[in-house]
């Protein structure tokens, strides 16, 4: 479990019983607590140095949200819901809430989570089809779980009152607890996939690529619906190589019913000046993921592979997946 080693928070959080349990826990721990005005804007976080950030992720930021819009999806939800909590722990060095946040994607926990479900659901009941909410888009909410048990409750509680699904990814394997829970279908939980050589070498503090599909499995054991997300795609030099192994891998260990109704998104990854900054200074012994020969700007700062590099993966993608797993929707390539 994650221990932080200080606590910022929002005094109005102590409003509500989450908030509260959370101080009190942390106050036992003999945490810091550090009281702020707003978690959008801490000064004394802004003002540290690149090389300061994988302590930064040591901090915890305790908050309420107070925007929530439904902003429509077309990809594997209708639309992208703003909920429980935004930033990680992880460092993944391509992580795309750097872009939004720069050096302060450190990990929120939103406390007002009553009226933050409350409001889907009763968007849910009004509307005349069944939507898909992503409630996730923003933080990983298989980590949070284990800070806040804010899934565990969201998820019975849409199962009940909720019409139509939430949907989220996840880089963790902590799933456990929601396990045995009354879950309706109503749920879907994609497990994000790379290499086990990307994921040590990128996706720093995230699960193990044996352990993300030992989850996938209990999560097909305990029936809920599951997506599988590739992603980001990372061009490194023996990138093909990496990624057959990876489907091969995930094909002899799931079970072939499973198989027949996973849907795979995949997404080449996007990378910035930002990402390359602060990577520089806060992991210098790290791989440079900015390939001058392979990408190209995509306006603010922002790089992604040529389009040429990338209709030739997804070529190459379509051809691994037809031969490990004929039998699985793609939802889309990107």
């Given at each position: 479990m994650?221990i932080?080693?200080a ?11 989450l908030?509260k ?23 004394e976080?802004?003002?540290?140095q690149?090389?300061a950030?994988?302590k930064?992720?040591q ?15 077309h990809?594997t939800?209708d ?19 750097v872009?939004?946040?720069?050096k ?20 849910s009941?009004?509307?005349e089809k ?6 996730g888009?923003?933080s990983?909410?298989?980590l ?10 969201t998820?019975?509680?849409f ?20 396990l045995?829970?009354?879950h ?9 996939l ?5 994921i040590r070498k ?10 993300r599909?030992?989850?996938i499995k ?10 599988i997300l590739?992603a ?8 093909k190589?990496?990624y057959?192994?990876l489907?091969?891998?995930l094909?002899a ?12 998104e ?11 900054m602060?990577n ?13 020969n392979?990408?190209?700007?995509r306006?603010?700062?922002k ?22 797993f004929?039998?699985s ?5 990107v």
């Open positions: 994650f932080p080693d606590i910022y928070y929002e005094p109005n959080v102590q409003e509500y019983e908030g349990k959370l101080l009190r826990q942390y106050k036992e721990q003999h945490i810091p607590l550090i009281a702020i005005e707003n978690h959008n804007n801490i000064p976080m802004r003002a540290q690149n090389e950030f994988p930064m992720k901090h915890l930021i305790i908050g309420t949200r107070k925007t929530q819009k439904f902003e429509p999806n990809k939800s639309f992208l819901v703003p909920y429980t909590s935004s930033g990680c722990i992880a460092m993944c060095l391509y992580c795309y809430l872009c939004n946040y720069n302060c994607a450190y990990l929120r926990l939103f406390v007002n989570r009553e009226q933050l479900l409350d409001k889907i659901i009763q968007y009941l009004k509307s069944e939507f898909v909410y992503e409630i888009s923003n990983d909410l298989i949070e779980n284990t800070i806040t048990g804010n899934l565990t409750w998820i019975e509680k199962a009940k009152e909720g019409k139509g699904k939430l949907t989220l990814p996840t880089k963790f394997s902590f799933v456990e607890p929601i045995t829970l009354q309706q279908g109503k749920t879907i939980i994609r497990m994000s790379n290499p086990e050589e990307i990128v996706e720093f503090g995230t699960a193990k690529l044996k352990d599909i030992h989850a209990q999560l097909y054991e305990a029936g809920y619906p599951i997506g590739i980001p795609i990372v061009m490194v030099e023996n990138w190589d990496l057959e192994e489907l091969k891998e094909s260990e799931l079970d072939e019913e499973l198989k027949k109704g996973l849907s795979f995949f997404i080449f990854m996007t990378y910035s000046f930002v990402h390359k602060i520089k200074d806060a992991f210098p012994a790290a791989i440079d993921l900015f390939n001058p392979m990408m190209t700007g306006g603010r700062g790089y992604m592979y040529r389009k040429e590099i990338k209709r030739e993966g997804e070529i190459f993608i379509r051809g691994i997946m037809e031969k490990y004929p039998q929707e793609i939802a889309y390539i």
